[in-house]
């Protein structure tokens, strides 16, 4: 396994990944650098949109900046495109070394493909992405659940009329606001997060119960056979009641909350619960 799961290198060159929406997404002064051996590869990049006035017209939606590990070790966020971006971006570039690039690429496609004709590469993938991250195995495992999890729910409000992202995101949230007594948008402010993703900065018990909420929603939308918006909207309050009451029945038995503030940004997941351990042992 590789050191840096997100970096990669092109022919000696080193391109800057992330994961993000459910793919590769590569830095873009990072490619333009190894396809010109500029010494300013943010000034051809600004040439570069002037001379090709289609690409800068689009640029804002070709581009999405995402927060990735600068040369001098710290991070910010930094411009970055997905496959069919980067070939975009690649057209505007007359350059011989285009070509392999562009194979390169076309290999990172394939190798979707093959996730998506069979799933279990994928997980495969994405446990390997998470250990590099410093997650432990058990979390990972509850981490993969809860994403298939989440899949099988919306499925379910597409296959019901429920269609558009901003649905998704208001289902979402009530699911979140009846479990946990916060929105995804107040519980990442209360974990000190911005871009990051939510879930994975959740520890085993918020991820449970997040599973919780979604799992029982999904259950009630198919018992009911809920259709359109307004009932699927019914059935997702519903499922996040119940994991909300067990999260407090837990936190009764417990004596303190299930909802934490710390997050996973400073300090790896598994080294953080490995401290735990030792410290609830002694």
Request: glycine share 6%; aromatic share 8%; net charge neutral.
């Amino acid at each position: 396994m590789e050191k840096e799961k997100a970096l990669v290198v092109f022919q000696g060159k080193k391109i800057r990944r992330t994961w993000f929406n459910d793919e590769w997404w590569f830095s873009v002064v990072d490619i333009v650098e190894a396809l010109t051996d500029s010494t300013d590869p943010k000034q051809y990049i600004k040439k570069m949109r002037s001379r090709d006035s289609l690409l800068g017209a689009k640029w804002g939606t070709i581009c999405t900046p995402l927060e990735l590990t600068a040369p001098d070790g710290n991070k910010r966020e930094t411009n970055c495109v997905n496959t069919e971006g980067a070939f975009r971006i690649i057209q505007s570039i007359p350059s011989p070394k285009a070509e392999p690039f562009k194979l390169w690429l076309a290999q990172v496609g394939y190798d979707r493909v093959k996730e998506i004709d069979d799933p279990e590469l994928a997980q495969k993938r994405m446990k390997a992405l998470y250990e590099a991250k410093g997650y432990s195995d058990d979390w990972i495992e509850k981490r993969v659940r809860g994403i298939a999890i989440r899949d099988e729910l919306t499925g379910e409000w597409k296959n019901r009329g429920v269609v558009e992202e901003r649905d998704y995101a208001i289902l979402t949230a009530e699911i979140s606001k009846a479990t946990f007594g916060m929105n995804p948008a107040e519980y990442k402010k209360y974990k000190r997060l911005k871009r990051e993703n939510l879930r994975d900065h959740m520890n085993d018990l918020e991820l449970i119960f997040s599973m919780l909420g979604e799992r029982v929603s999904t259950e009630i939308t198919r018992k009911e056979d809920a259709q359109g918006y307004i009932e699927v909207e019914g059935a997702a309050q519903r499922g996040g009641i119940v994991a909300g009451n067990a999260r407090k029945e837990t936190e009764k038995e417990l004596d303190a909350p299930v909802t934490s503030s710390e997050n996973y940004l400073s300090e790896p997941e598994k080294k953080k619960s490995l401290q735990d351990k030792m410290q609830k042992s002694s």
